[in-house]
């Protein structure tokens, strides 16, 4: 147990929707990444806050946003959702910002019909 | 723009053998991160290691270890004596002051 925690674990919803998928990092961990696991386009690294501040962006699309709240709980949302966008989503927490050792959660497994 | 490279796919060890895993990768920061991560069966992701630009002293962490070269934009990870439980998709991947980017991962199996 990374003691990262991730919900719902699974997540099933229609096209045109929109979802959130919430992430709980380890205790004293200030930094909250999130990561975008599919078939076609592989690992792909969204978003990062730290401390409640976004301080890396990667290939996140404009339908999704992401913050980090003041218990440093995140909240990844999804919208106008596309059948593309069925994926593993995986939150990851670490102490600095600098992306030093990550521990992980067990992702959340979206699925869009 | 950043890139990774795994080239290889799938590789397939017996157990107690030595296993690379090689990655390469392209950038034009002259700062940025090298990083491996380990996907086993059960899905979940394992930090493995994170090595500064700066930094291309080699690495040693009991049967794993990583072979950092800038001359040759390389980041190999070597698992020495390998066994069932290291099988599992690998990734290499390559963090700027920004963005991140994955290989396409390297699957590796160690029969018994």
């Known amino acids: 147990d990374s003691g990262v925690t991730q919900t719902p674990k699974h997540l099933i919803t229609a096209t045109g929707q929109r979802v959130t998928l919430r992430c709980s990092p380890r205790?004293?961990?200030?930094?909250v990444y999130w990561y975008q696991q599919s078939l076609d386009q592989g690992l792909q690294f969204l978003i990062q806050y730290y401390n409640g501040e976004e301080r890396a962006k990667g290939n996140i699309l404009e339908r999704f946003s992401a913050q980090q709240f003041p218990d440093l709980h995140s909240e990844l949302n999804l919208s106008s959702l596309e059948l593309g966008d069925s994926a593993l989503y995986f939150c990851?927490?670490?102490?600095?910002?600098?992306?030093?050792?990550?521990?992980f959660g067990p992702g959340t497994r979206l699925t869009v019909l | 723009a950043q890139k990774v490279t795994q080239a290889q796919t799938e590789i397939s060890v017996v157990e107690k053998e030595d296993v690379t895993l090689d990655c390469v990768y392209e950038t034009r920061d002259t700062t940025y991160y090298l990083f491996w991560y380990k996907q086993p069966p059960s899905g979940e992701l394992v930090f493995l290691i994170r090595r500064n630009s700066f930094d291309e002293q080699n690495e040693i962490s009991g049967r794993y270890s990583w072979n950092f070269q800038k001359s040759t934009s390389s980041f190999n990870f070597t698992i020495t004596a390998s066994q069932v439980v290291d099988s599992a998709v690998y990734f290499c991947a390559l963090g700027g002051n920004n963005d991140m980017r994955f290989g396409a991962g390297t699957r590796l199996t160690v029969k018994p």
């Open positions: 205790s004293g961990d200030l930094s």
């Open positions: 990851a927490s670490s102490v600095e910002e600098t992306r030093d050792t990550q521990y």
